[in-house]
């Protein structure tokens, strides 16, 4: 199939990739420049495990511009991955949306058949809205076009996108048409069926099943992406708001969200506390549903919670440090981790960024190291007021305390003799319950966790 995907980010590229790997002609467009350079010249503009060398695999079976024309708008499918972000009261801004779907109705030839669908995470309504923009434009043009509309959410998580996208659990489709139904099932028939070669080092789980093919209404599909995140976030939040009254009681929160993640149940993934959740997603997420609940003088107080649960986390560390140190400014802190999750180099939202500003608002001098985060961070954040080092333990040089803020695999595996070596304190916290307490007390290190 001939399939034109709008936007270029985590979501569009990932899928632009995999659908061009399983056999579909697929062309992307970005409207920056420098992004469409960046691909035609082989590099991923971002930072996703595996992208690098799928993309290297395909790209010559994909095509790249920054604007959409009449073939690339009457492609059999055009899926819109643009972002979403937020507005003051919490709404997700549709204007890239709404750009997207007036450029396709400038650009769809006579005659044309294609189906349009938000892939992007927009607020229920959405796909109404897109059609309503794409007819009104061709009946200005005078335009005879068969168009059709629905909604397709994504369910991929940063760092494991194209794991995700090639074994979903569900393939989630919104549509009033049976036409646009049948097509989607066309499009994502290899991978609903398994029946492409396993990308190199892409092999499937032994044990999962076929994804489902789950179809609905489009304000059905619309919802089921905010509940879905929201009901993750709010795992993530239910631990760390055990966390505070198990260090109350003398209980250990990571003993006791094993065994309630044993329950089938409820399951033990977003069980792990620590200094809360990032990204560009939970939080937008749970925001757009909240304000969707507002709109109409719904009121939704467990997804609230779990926002003021998570935004209290980040406080959590610092008390924690404050605890330990006692005297916060004029002390040397060693920041392992900005990003927000491992295997990214996304900072959106993220907890080491929050921490970052209020250590260095108190008065300690940062020294900051992550991975692949730190080029981002110079130029997302260049008034973070952060030093940044070359390793964990240059990190750690002179350091009273460091605090280890993203699981990333190189600090789950540093060798602690060598930062015992350059500390001049002994103070540990970690943010993500990751570290092994048991090996650093034994060191002489005086170990923090969260609900421990």
Known sequence: ??????????????????????????????????????LL?????????????LF???????????????????????????????QQNGDADLRYVEEAARALAEQLPEDADTLVVNKSTVPVGSARRVEAI?????????????????????FLREGSALYDTFYPDRI?????????VERLQRLYRPILEQSFPPPKGLARTDGQGLPVFITMTPTSAELCKYAANTFLAMKVSFANEIAGIAERVGA??????????????????????????????????????????????????????????????????????QAALKVIR?????????????????????????VAKMLVGMGARVRAYDPVGMERAR????????????????????????????EWDEFLHVDWQAVAAVMRGRVVVDGRNALDRAALERLGFRYWGIGR
């Open 134 to 154: 794409v007819r009104e434009g061709l009946a200005r043009r005078g335009v005879r076009a068969k168009v059709a509309v629905a909604s397709n959410p994504e």
């Open 252 to 321: 250990d929160v990571t003993e006791v969200m094993r065994a309630v993640g044993l329950d089938r149940r409820i399951g033990a993934r977003y069980l792990g506390a620590g200094a809360g959740w990032g990204g560009s997603c939970f939080g937008k997420d749970v925001r757009a549903l909240l304000a969707l609940g507002e709109q109409y003088g719904y009121e939704m107080p467990l997804a609230a919670g779990t926002l003021r649960v998570n935004e209290r986390q980040r406080r959590v560390v610092v008390d924690k440090l």
């Open 56 to 86: 290297a695999e395909v790209r010559r079976r994909m095509r790249f511009d920054v604007a959409l024309g009449p073939e690339t708008a009457g492609a059999d499918v055009v899926l819109i991955c643009v972002g979403t972000p937020p």
């Open 41 to 53: 010249a082989g590099r991923p503009p971002l930072h996703e495990p595996g992208l690098p060398e």
């Open 330 to 354: 004029g002390s040397t802190v060693g920041l392992w981790g900005l990003t927000f999750k491992p295997n990214t180099d996304d900072l959106r939202d993220a907890p080491a960024v929050d």
């Open 1 to 38: 199939m001939r399939v034109t995907i709008i936007g270029t980010g985590y979501v569009g590229l990932t899928t632009g990739v995999a659908l061009a790997y399983v056999g579909h002609e697929v062309t992307a467009i970005d409207k920056k420049e420098s992004v469409i350079e960046s």
């Open 172 to 180: 989630v489709v919104g549509a009033e048409d049976g036409g646009a």
């Open 379 to 406: 130029r997302e954040h260049p008034d973070l007021g952060v030093e940044y080092a070359a390793s964990p333990v240059e990190a750690a040089e002179a350091a009273d305390a460091v605090v280890l803020m993203t």
